[in-house]
């Protein structure tokens, strides 16, 4: 299988509309309606420089692919609507930019037309998707942060099944931010992209810059099984993701 189809994959998981399947568990929880309050209260922002690095291996474990791509994102002086342009797509370390432009900017593109607040933020109550406060919790940048898990599911059309995914925000006690999103996919395996997913993980960081919440980092996992010249073939992909110089669309 080619690691476009690996992108592909991922740009699709990760452009999804989240919509909201269970019932809140929560009661009134000041921590969780102050970071639900500063996060709603922040304008959406668009990251101007997107960089990728991933890493396919076979079932054994072998690595076989490193890709490495840059993106930047522009805002068209006229509608303001953002629109992405590779710089650099890097596979084993040969430039692979000009032959792959159009499909990988195309599923970029999609990406920047569905941008959102990261599940379960995205709701317009995002406390119905919390099933419970945690009792442990976890260090991040030397601050001791509160867990809330969710589940949330998915939907990428009215053709497609709908996925589900369950998920834990991280929020420091200190300035109600979610310093990070941990999630994963629920209901695998299942077909996508014409592969079969067996795992999905995505782990998300954040930050809070001048009033702005904003993305900053993400770590994903994916494990998949598909065919390539009519042979079984199992991958399983790691990439990580970082987004600079943001910049707000009024969407």
């Known amino acids: 299988m080619s690691s476009l189809l690996s992108i592909t994959i991922k740009r699709a998981l990760h452009s999804a ?91 970029f593109q999609g990406e920047l037309n569905s941008i959102e607040r990261d599940f379960p933020f995205h709701l317009e109550n995002p406390s119905d998707a919390v099933t419970e406060k945690r009792e442990e919790t976890k260090i991040i940048l030397d601050r001791e942060c509160v867990g809330y898990d969710f589940v949330v599911t998915k939907s990428d059309g009215e053709d497609e099944e709908p996925s589900r995914f369950a998920g834990t925000v991280w929020i420091d006690p200190n300035t109600a931010v979610p310093l ?4 994963h996919m629920l209901d695998l395996p299942r077909k996508e992209e014409g592969a079969e997913i067996v795992s999905v993980v995505i782990n998300r960081q954040y930050g809070y810059e001048n009033g702005s919440f904003i993305t900053l980092s993400e770590q994903q996992q994916l494990w998949l099984n598909a065919k390539f010249l009519f042979k079984k073939i199992v991958v399983y992909m790691e990439s990580e993701t970082h987004y600079r110089k943001h910049w707000q669309w009024e969407k």
């Open 17 to 107: 509309i989240i919509l909201s399947l269970f019932a809140s568990a929560l009661t009134a929880d000041p921590l969780w309606e102050q970071a639900e309050r500063l996060v709603l209260n922040s304008p959406i922002l668009v990251p101007g420089e997107v960089e990728t690095h991933q890493l396919v291996f076979d079932g054994k474990g072998d690595q076989q692919v490193e890709n490495q791509l840059l993106f930047e994102t522009l805002k068209d002086p006229a509608t303001g609507v953002p629109h992405g342009v590779l710089k650099q797509l890097l596979e084993n370390n040969k430039d692979k930019t000009e032959k792959s432009r159009k499909e990988v900017e195309q599923d």
């Open 180 to 183: 990070e999103i941990e999630s």
